[in-house]
């Protein structure tokens, strides 16, 4: 065939860039949608005359309605981020703690500090064990 012929036609193309195709079309389709129906306008959608959808603005009632939840939430989201600090602070008191008495455990068993935990040495173990009987 000669150029001037070819010029215009599509390429075969494999089912698998159909598809791809198909779906950011209608990927965008639906965003166009989305955007729509997530305004604040008023707006009378209709699918092919099998989906009739109408959205409207919350009126003035409603609004109150959904700033009182939004209030709510905030003050239920506060009462959680006071407890979880609570939470917190007493971890940290604990562990505070724990390294003390670790310190304290230390220089009273005279550990050997090792690559990743303290690990007592035979020596000193028999020693320890010794004093207590």
């Known amino acids: 065939m000669s150029e001037a012929s ?11 860039q159909a598809a791809g195709a198909i779906v950011l079309v209608l990927g965008a389709v639906a ?4 955007v729509i129906w997530q305004s604040k306008c008023h707006c009378k959608m209709n699918l092919c005359y099998l989906f009739q959808c109408e959205r409207r603005p919350p009126n ?19 009462k959680n981020d ?7 602070n007493k971890e940290d008191d604990i562990l ?3 390294d003390i008495l670790l310190k304290e455990m230390v220089k009273s068993v005279d550990l050997e500090v090792g ?13 320890v064990n010794l004093q207590n009987d």
């Open 82 to 88: 006071k407890k979880q600090n609570k939470i917190i």
């Open 6 to 16: 070819t010029r215009g036609q599509l390429q075969d193309y494999s089912v698998d």
């Open 31 to 34: 965003s166009l949608l989305l």
């Open 115 to 127: 690559d990743e935990t303290l690990v007592p040495t035979p020596k000193k173990i028999k020693e």
């Open 60 to 78: 003035e009632d409603e609004m109150k309605g959904l700033q009182a939840q939004a209030k709510d939430l905030k003050d239920k989201a506060n």
């Open 96 to 98: 505070e703690k724990e």
